[in-house]
């Protein structure tokens, strides 16, 4: 199993991965819930913005973009609260390419008592990741990254403490379309109506499964990881500089900032319309100056690294001469 | 355009009809707002359950299982109230088998003055239904019923009123994700990112509406309403009851109750079992004593009626010898 639990209550949202993160922020938590919320980049922020309307007593740990978020910081933060209900953080941002270490936060907040929810969509299936043995309580991620299924399913699963917490709600969640409990029948192994599941998409995703268990996830894992360090290698061969320090490289998403003189977005529509090769421009501040190459899933391959830089090292000489 | 509408905000929520359902009230609807739900069957309660979650100043319409919501009903009830800011109903109730008047309950909703919201989710694309010209504000439908495109996306439509109600808002949806502005945002005719839509089921849904197209829209009801009125007939030489009365019938949906003596489930595990037809059981109280019937998009065609009407006559001749 690619989460790597024994969680029973494991299923699949019809909606976007922001549906799995609505559904897990809409189960977990009630007016009130003291909340901490890591924001080290876009996806971290979305999920402030979903706790807000959550009505939560909302604290933030933060880290700059390019960098994770530091446990000291997390710690200070958890050690100033009388109680904690629930802490979130990202594991792959692709917004910023950095890769959180999941496993040393866990250890923090474990004495707090706080539930661990971890946003895995970048990630799951290419970035090493344990569920059980790091003590992370509700993790979701999307069907369309690494495990390249089609868009439209978003894989979701809960510990028992966490369903124990989301039994004995006082308030039933906003949502009802995402209501876990009700969401369960349709799963469960009696299962009831509750909505209609997106059925050619779940057989994708099961055929996207096979093959994640064919390869074998630590496989899968060593595969990205190589892939990535070539796409380092060979673009800073190139003139770009690495935005993120490599020990918290995100494999599946590498932010790279240009050489100078090089002008980004013309140079990216070059890519994508005589290369029929895609990738994506920065964020925030780092739009316009840098680009994120993903490396997910079925994409993630040698060869595609090695035709990207054949096909930049033209380029750029074309710019620099 | 199979709404029959000019409405600027009509888009496309990725997940099921439930998803377009809850979309539509929580951007509708504020705590303490006045809400009329009209409940004529399983479908009408859910957006009941809904407007719960929602802290809404709920006031019901109710008609017995089997029959549509009397206009008359409605009025009284809207006479009663100071104001009321939405009135909703179902259009095909597929619980039942009912068609409601919408034409008829939007005259009555007029002079109220409060938003019509419409669930189309069984009927659009094989019944009559006409957005503008009726004057309903939010109507949304699924790709998987008369449209017969594959499940997982749920096109919906706001009128301007409801927009500027939308706009107007004192505080933000309950959901992020559902949350009309932001996904409109998507797509915008200048798009910005806000989920992953499911692109090849958009793609299928694309295919559908032109096949809808070029049947034409009027086309396609008269081959619903002709086919199921095949099918009653068919039905009731075979010693099946009609539920509804002729002029509330959906003619997507026919409820019929068995003869008697025929035992329903063993006689439905038969029809799908050795003849690869599906009909589905009766819920709530019609629950072993009546079948839902099914006739959407491409499945209702005369020669599948033909060959239910064949297959049922060999097996009730079995059965009552």
Not at 15 to 43: K, Q, R, S, Y
Request: negative net charge; proline residues 5%; glycine residues 8%.
């Amino acid at each position: 199993e690619m989460f790597l639990t024994e969680n029973r209550y494991t299923l699949t949202i019809t909606g976007a991965g922001t549906a799995a993160m609505e559904c897990a922020i809409d189960n977990l938590c009630e007016p009130g819930d003291t909340v901490v919320c890591c924001v080290h980049g876009f996806f971290g922020d979305r999920m402030r913005q979903m706790y807000e309307r959550a009505k939560v007593d909302l604290h933030l740990v933060t880290a700059p973009w390019g960098e994770p978020i530091d446990p000291e910081n997390l710690k200070k933060t958890l050690d100033s609260l009388d109680k904690v209900d629930l802490v979130s953080v990202v594991h792959g941002e692709t917004s910023t390419g950095v890769v959180q270490d999941v496993k040393t936060l866990a250890e923090v907040v474990k004495p707090s008592g706080a539930l661990l929810l971890v946003d895995t969509v970048a990630s799951m299936g290419g970035v090493e990741f344990r569920t059980d043995e790091w003590g992370v309580d509700v993790v979701y991620t999307g069907s369309q990254k690494c495990l390249s299924a089609p868009p439209g399913l978003s894989p979701i699963t809960f510990s028992d403490r966490a369903v124990e917490k989301i039994k004995n709600r006082k308030t039933p969640p906003k949502s009802w379309y995402l209501d876990l409990m009700l969401n369960w029948k349709y799963w469960d192994d009696n299962p009831g109506y509750h909505h209609t599941g997106s059925i050619q998409t779940m057989y994708a995703l099961h055929e996207a499964l096979n093959l994640l268990q064919e390869e074998g996830l630590e496989n899968r894992w060593a595969r990205t990881k190589e892939t990535a360090e070539l796409l380092y290698q060979k673009l800073e061969n190139l003139g770009f500089k690495m935005l993120v320090a490599p020990e918290h490289r995100l494999p599946t998403l590498t932010t790279a900032i240009l050489p100078e003189g090089v002008d980004e977005a013309p140079m990216r529509k070059k890519l994508l319309t005589q290369y029929n090769i895609e990738v994506a421009g920065g964020l925030g501040d780092l739009a316009g100056k840098a680009w994120r190459v993903g490396l997910m899933g079925h994409s993630c391959r040698k060869e595609s690294v090695h035709e990207l830089h054949r096909v930049l090292s033209e380029l750029l000489k074309g710019v620099t001469v």
